[in-house]
């Protein structure tokens, strides 16, 4: 694999860990409900290539690189740490929650937030058919 590789997807998106969103105040679920963002304070860019889901500017150490051994399910539902009042009433911004190696992770993708929607579901299709690859 070259390091100039063309990602098979490529999409903005807002993160956290599920241990940080577990902290959350009800004061910082307050903000949530204007701005995701008040939760989800990684951003960066994620990409599927043909070997590896890169999750950009995961933390101070830079990209989050994970492999297929490294993503042990793949889920899309609102929960106890993200429910469906702070995601939305619609269906369409259930959280994409990646459970790895490094901890479970709760992504936004291409989330737009005056339709309160994301792209996660066909992310969540996309990982699903690269894992089984």
């Known amino acids: 694999m070259s ?64 492999t297929r051994d490294d993503i042990k399910a793949v889920r899309l539902e609102f929960t106890e740490l993200y429910g469906r009042f702070i995601g939305g009433l619609l269906n369409a911004g259930k959280p994409l929650i990646l459970e790895t190696t490094h901890g479970e992770l709760y992504l936004l993708i291409n989330r737009k937030e005056v339709m309160e929607s994301t792209d996660d579901k066909k992310w969540a299709q996309l990982i699903e058919k690269w894992l089984a690859a």
Do not use: C, M
């Open 3 to 66: 390091e100039n590789e063309t990602p098979q997807a490529q999409a903005p998106y807002i993160g956290q860990t599920a241990d940080v969103l577990s902290h959350s105040t009800g004061a910082d679920k307050i903000a949530a409900g204007v701005s995701q963002k008040a939760l989800f304070q990684r951003r960066g860019t994620i990409a599927l290539y043909t070997d590896k889901l890169v999750i950009g500017s995961w933390s101070d150490d830079g990209d989050l690189v994970l």
